[in-house]
């Protein structure tokens, strides 16, 4: 069965910090990793990751995926109170699509 | 780029009636936009994918009678909930394709009372 599984749950941390937030996935037929942010409405698109190795990167967000050992991470450096959110982990699967989403990633950012 | 709107942001409405919900692209075109809905404090459960100029595909377990899906036109898509119910109070979320990305529209909040 396809999945999709972030860690942590959630997350508190002072203005500043550095924060690494973990996507593992298995899926058959991967094509491409997501990742959104959500504060109180839709998410936000944020990142798509279809190669190994290759940083994204916007401001004091990037990301990394690993498409040997089935995992991406998301890096904030140097967070803000605007960063808390949920951030969300979705995984393209097969020829028609699909999403697969994690469950999230709740942090919330102290001044 | 790549923005989404929907329309209504929030509706409440009585138990029985419809309410339509609209999705818009509005500075690209899609052939392919996407229902969601989010229950409090879990992940997003996708619906159904909507096609312009063909059936929506439903997901197992969502009633395609009682979600209405019209994709007609490259920047439209609607989400009609027919005879609505409190259980389907919800949050409902669209977004729509572009460059094998997914760009959400700010999601519309239903309350059926």
């Known amino acids: 069965e396809d999945k999709v599984v972030q860690s942590p749950l959630s997350l508190v941390v002072h203005e500043g910090d550095t924060v690494t937030l973990n996507c593992s996935y298995e899926v058959t037929n991967f094509r491409s990793l997501l990742w959104y942010k959500q504060e109180k409405k839709a998410p936000t698109f944020l990142f798509m990751l279809t190669s190994s190795g290759i940083e994204k990167k916007s401001g004091r967000l990037s990301s990394i995926l690993d498409k040997k050992e089935l995992f991406s991470i998301l890096n904030i450096t140097a967070t803000q109170t605007g960063d808390s959110a949920v951030y969300l982990c979705a995984v393209e699967s097969g020829n028609n699509r699909k999403l697969i989403w994690g469950l999230g990633t709740s942090l919330a950012v102290n001044p | 780029g790549a923005v989404v709107s929907q329309h209504p942001s929030r509706v409440i409405c009585k138990s029985g009636t419809s309410v339509k919900i609209e999705c818009r692209s509005l500075?690209?075109?899609?052939?392919?936009m996407f229902w969601y809905r989010q229950f409090p404090k879990q992940s997003l459960m996708l619906m159904a994918t909507s096609n312009e100029g063909s059936k929506a595909t439903y997901e197992q377990g969502v009633e395609k009678d009682k979600f209405l899906i019209n994709h007609a036109s490259l920047t439209l898509s609607t989400l009609t909930v027919t005879s609505a119910h409190p259980e389907d109070s919800s949050f409902y979320i669209c977004s729509a394709s572009r460059d094998r990305a997914e760009y959400f529209g700010p999601g519309t909040r239903l309350t059926v009372t």
């Open positions: 500075d690209f075109q899609a052939t392919t």
